[in-house]
């Protein structure tokens, strides 16, 4: 039989393995409390790290779109321009191509007429005047000129035959006299009257316009001649001089 001590000995340790049981228990149970809530904590932390770095790429998405969609109306204004700038361009070549359809039987006609022009004009420098002409029409048919520069060359051409309407000229060329060329100086007066004289001097003529021959001039005019020749070339001072000019009945 047990003794009272014994008993109240075992009581009090069943009691007290009673009572630090619940105790342990609710130790237990709020670890794992604060570590479940340190466990969440760290994950909401993680959660608003993730939140920041998608909000942060929100931002940046949003600025790059805007700065695309800038870049995309920019891109819109150049091509517009372009295409403008395209069309206006289609109508410059449409109309140049139209001006050389135009332009082109004009040049011909030009050139045609300047030929047929010297032919029937004073026969003064008759190559150079003629090569002129062989060369507008040889370039007529170059592509490898320009329209504009062959309208150009025609244009100087005829600037060149309206020059000598105004000026005096003495120049060395041959001339067939009595069936024999020979080599005389021409004193070109404008596109009025062209002289001519030879070497030695002795003999003076001019070109009759209405006759189309060249006719000799009397001993008189050999020296005044020879002193428009000397005019011509600036190795003396203008001066009057009395040279024999066809009359308007006889330039018809």
Do not use: C
């Not at 370039?139 to 520069?149: I, P, R, Y």
Request: glycine share 2%; hydrophobic share 40%.
């Amino acid at each position: 039989m047990l003794r009272n001590g014994t008993w109240i000995a075992l009581t009090l340790l069943v009691a007290e393995g009673l009572t630090a049981d619940p105790l342990d228990q609710a130790i237990r149970t709020e670890t794992q409390t604060l570590q479940q809530a340190a466990q969440s904590q760290k994950r909401i932390d993680r959660l608003d790290d993730a939140t920041r770095r998608m909000l942060d790429e929100y931002r940046r998405t949003l600025r790059e779109a805007e700065t695309l969609k800038t870049y995309v109306a920019h891109l819109q204004k150049l091509v517009e321009s372009q295409r403008r700038e395209k069309a206006e361009l289609a109508r410059q070549l449409e109309e140049i191509a139209r001006a050389e359809r135009e332009i082109v039987p004009l040049m011909l006609e030009m050139v045609n007429t300047l030929d047929r022009f010297v032919a029937l004009d004073t026969p003064f420098l008759p190559e150079e005047r003629r090569q002129r002409i062989d060369q507008l029409k040889a370039m007529l048919d170059s592509a490898e000129v320009s329209t504009a520069e062959k309208f150009r060359r025609i244009l100087e051409a005829y600037q060149i035959e309206n020059d000598y309407a105004k000026t005096i000229e003495a120049y060395r060329d041959e001339l067939a006299l009595e069936g024999e060329k020979r080599p005389v100086d021409f004193l070109r007066i404008g596109r009025v009257a062209l002289f001519y004289q030879t070497l030695d001097g002795e003999t003076s003529g001019f070109w009759n316009p209405r006759q189309k021959r060249w006719e000799t001039l009397p001993d008189d005019y050999r020296r005044t001649i020879r002193e428009g020749l000397r005019i011509a070339r600036k190795e003396a001072a203008p001066d009057l001089l009395t040279l024999p000019l066809p009359t308007a009945e006889e330039a018809k």
